[in-house]
């Protein structure tokens, strides 16, 4: 089943409490956090308190995508918030696996990010082999609303034939634009979870059901 995670960059955070109520009973889905400190990218958006709030009133899974510089910082200081997956960027950082070596004690699940300008050959087998998700931006990381990078497919198309050469099960999991007219070729290429944002939100919650299911198609 392919896991949908709906960013909460854009829902109504005036009322983020019947938001997250709003997809409770749904299955195979996270929540997407996109915790940006307006260094490694311009915008600045949410940290600990949030976070903490919102840990408290869903079951859900949190997926939390770090768009910061120091991730190591952040990996022992967001432990108490029941963080299901804790991803960080490839570009933040100067040695990734000591990093996801040292995530991987606290957190379920640890992710890797990169960037759309960014060749996906840098992650190694070496590091694909610790990893449990790979996130492909399929837009530059600051902003929900942009438009999808048609050569995300190539990069997920890599990763998933690297996934049968190493015999490995991490998650391939795309951000960035996805809506229901991208998210069958992402299927196809092998992408297991899609993030999307202003796709699920922007009609209001009687639509969110509607909305995650076209994902999936
Ligand atoms: C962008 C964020 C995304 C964003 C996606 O930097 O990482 O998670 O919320 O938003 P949409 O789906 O609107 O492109
Ligand atoms: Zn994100």
Redesign the pocket.
């Known amino acids: 089943m392919i896991t949908i995670s709906p960013?909460l960059?854009?829902c109504d955070f005036l009322n983020i409490e019947s938001e997250l109520k709003a997809f409770e009973g749904f299955t195979d889905l996270w929540f997407?956090l996109?915790i940006?400190d307006s260094h490694f990218?311009p915008?600045l958006t949410f940290g600990h308190p949030i976070v903490n709030l919102i840990s408290k009133k869903t079951s859900i899974p949190l997926d939390a995508?770090f768009?910061v510089t120091n991730p190591e910082f952040y990996i022992e200081t967001f432990k108490d918030y029941n963080i299901h997956n804790f991803t960080f960027h490839y570009e933040a950082c100067e040695n990734p696996m000591e990093l996801i070596l040292e995530a991987k004690k606290i957190y379920p699940s640890v992710g890797l990010s990169i960037k759309p300008g960014t060749d996906v050959s840098v992650l190694t087998d070496e590091i694909l082999k610790e990893l449990d998700l790979v996130l492909i931006?399929?837009?530059?990381?600051?902003?929900?609303?942009?438009s999808?990078i048609e050569s995300t497919y190539d990069k997920v198309e890599y990763l998933n034939n690297k996934k049968s050469e190493l015999k490995k099960k991490f998650v391939i999991q795309i951000?960035?634009?996805?809506?229901d007219i991208n998210s069958k070729q992402l299927i196809s290429a092998g992408a297991d979870n899609l993030?999307?944002?202003?796709?699920?939100f922007k009609d209001g919650p009687s639509t969110y059901k509607s909305k995650v299911e076209s994902l999936r198609n």
Request: aromatic share 10%; glycine share 18%.
């Open positions: 960013s960059l854009a997407h996109d940006m990218v915008n995508h768009m931006m399929s837009v530059e990381p600051g902003f929900g609303g942009q999808f951000d960035g634009g996805v809506k993030v999307a944002g202003s796709y699920v």
